[in-house]
């Protein structure tokens, strides 16, 4: 499975590609960072990251965008701007049929790390180790878009399974 793993932000936009499955070494193919300019309008900086993300696609080809689920902050202008990014990154993907996952920041650090609690550093080690890296991407917005890949990576075969059983459960009820 080859992953395209989203961290959205309006200034930075982490990007980073993995590919590989659960249970066997995964092998990152590019990391990066989408970058608009703060000063820039709003609109001009969505279309930045649209063109990042399409850029990014096209040379990657993923078979899915794992995005991280924005999670509600005290500083609203900061979650309205994550919301935005987030929004591209889905609609480049829904626009080429490629399927999105959401993962929350718990989530993707207690793949990678065992703790839902982790910091940017630790996630950083993590993801160094797991991908076999001579040092931590930077900025760390890149290595939070490559821990989301890992963790859609590792958690897609539990949670497909657990779908499938949901759909099974609920197409018994309707036939009884």
Known sequence: MRVLGVDPGLTRCGVGVVEGVAGRPLTMLGVGVVRTPADA???????????GIEEWIDRFEPELVAVERVF?????????GTA????????????RGLPVALH?????????????????AQVGAMVT????LSAPPKPADAADALALAICHIWRAPAQNRLQQAVALHASKGRTS
Do not use: W, Y
């Not at 920041?105 to 790390?113: F, Y």
């Open 104 to 120: 929350t920041p718990s989530e993707v650090k207690a793949a990678v790390t065992g703790s839902g609690r982790a910091d940017k």
């Open 84 to 95: 935005q990014a987030s929004a591209v990154a889905m609609l480049c993907a829904a626009r």
């Open 72 to 80: 509600s902050q005290h500083n609203v202008r900061t979650v309205m």
């Open 129 to 132: 180790r797991l991908l076999r």
């Open 41 to 51: 309008d709003i609109g001009v900086r969505l279309v930045g990251i649209e063109r």
